[in-house]
């Protein structure tokens, strides 16, 4: 749905509202979270792809890395996508 020229998902629950409702992040004591695209052969000369970052909750993380894994992923996929804390550091090829 449009509104006001953004997007806006529809049943989507304002900021102040979950905030009202004590789901924040201090108050359930998780950290961050990132999706990152890996090389499902291990190859060392490429370099890991940020897909999300700063997803709020592992379990919503988690969601996401699933339906991106079984839409694209397979056992002969190229890449596959995995679950990360925020502080993680991508890989990069540097010959």
């Given at each position: 749905?449009?509104?006001?020229?953004?997007?806006?998902?529809?049943?989507?629950v304002?900021?102040?509202?979950?905030?009202?409702?004590?789901?924040?992040q201090?108050?359930?004591?998780?950290?961050?979270?990132?999706?990152?695209?890996?090389?499902?052969?291990?190859?060392?000369?490429?370099?890991?792809?940020?897909?999300?970052?700063?997803?709020?909750?592992?379990?919503?993380?988690?969601?996401?890395?699933?339906?991106?894994?079984?839409?694209y992923?397979?056992?002969?996929?190229?890449?596959?996508?995995?679950?990360?804390?925020?502080?993680?550091?991508?890989?990069?090829?540097?010959?």
């Amino acid at each position: 749905m449009v509104e006001d020229g953004v997007y806006k998902l529809a049943g989507a629950v304002p900021a102040t509202v979950a905030a009202d409702a004590g789901d924040t992040q201090e108050d359930e004591g998780e950290e961050d979270m990132k999706i990152v695209r890996e090389d499902n052969f291990n190859r060392d000369y490429i370099p890991d792809y940020l897909v999300a970052e700063n997803i709020q909750s592992e379990y919503y993380a988690n969601v996401m890395c699933k339906a991106l894994n079984q839409k694209y992923g397979s056992a002969r996929a190229q890449f596959f996508f995995v679950v990360k804390p925020d502080d993680y550091a991508l890989k990069r090829f540097e010959p």
